[in-house]
């Protein structure tokens, strides 16, 4: 049987995303109509998480992290995955207390980015993200460079995103104000940009902006597909 995966989750559009990923791919990986693995989720208000992110109390995130960890190793989860990048910050917190193993999500990009050959990639999400080490420790262990938007544009990032996207609001003015951040990380000598936030990809893709794009959302949920069928 393959492992059931545990999804520690934080917003609703991009956990959605994930999730649906895993279930609509698993039928190729599995050789079976309709199959993929036993998933469970937990999802606590993304308000308790929101609130603790704009005080800086990343033992907080990771308490939530470890709370929605918990129930899900009691329902029987194997293994974890979180898509959410922002709230990584608090993974070493949230790893050596853990009952379950994780996937880390800024891990599997990283290793994607640095796979496809990639040189310099550009650094898109929340605002908590982007002015984090989330990506940069993970992409500088692969000896990846890396280039983030500007104050600015790392502020309306962040409004769309909290204002919009994880509403399920998806404006063509969006789309564009992503392309033109993009097509400057592009001036600067990015060759990648990577959609640091699991809502980000339901706006932006290959077919729509200037760079190739490193899908943070579809990426972990197929790293989860991939570990759960691993020994079957």
């Known amino acids: 049987m393959p492992r059931h995966i545990g999804i520690v989750a934080c917003s609703a559009e991009g956990a959605s995303l994930c999730y649906r990923t895993i279930c609509t791919e698993g039928p190729a990986l599995l050789g079976v109509d309709h199959a993929h693995p036993e998933i469970s989720m937990h999802t606590p208000s993304l308000a308790d998480y929101t609130e603790r992110l704009g005080r800086g109390d990343l033992d907080g995130v990771g308490e939530l992290m470890l709370t929605s960890a918990k129930k899900l190793a009691k329902i029987g989860a194997d293994f974890l995955i979180c898509p959410d990048n922002t709230i990584h910050q608090a993974f070493s917190y949230v790893a050596p207390r853990s009952p379950l193993p994780w996937l880390h999500i800024a891990e599997i990009v990283a290793a994607e980015a640095a796979d496809r050959g990639f040189k310099c990639v550009g650094i898109t999400g929340t605002q908590w993200l982007m002015e984090s080490e989330v990506y940069p420790e993970k992409l500088s262990a692969q000896g990846l460079d890396y280039l983030c938007p500007s104050a600015e544009e790392r502020a309306e990032i962040a409004r769309i995103i909290m204002a919009e996207l994880v509403y399920g609001v998806f404006k063509p003015e969006a789309v564009t104000y992503f392309q033109e951040v993009m ?50």
């Open 183 to 232: 097509g400057r990380l592009k001036g600067e000598g990015c060759d990648a940009v990577i959609l640091g936030c699991t809502e980000i990809p339901l706006i932006m893709n290959d077919d729509n902006a200037p760079l190739p794009t490193l899908d943070s959302t579809r990426l972990i949920a197929r790293a989860a597909l991939r570990k759960a069928i691993a020994d079957i």
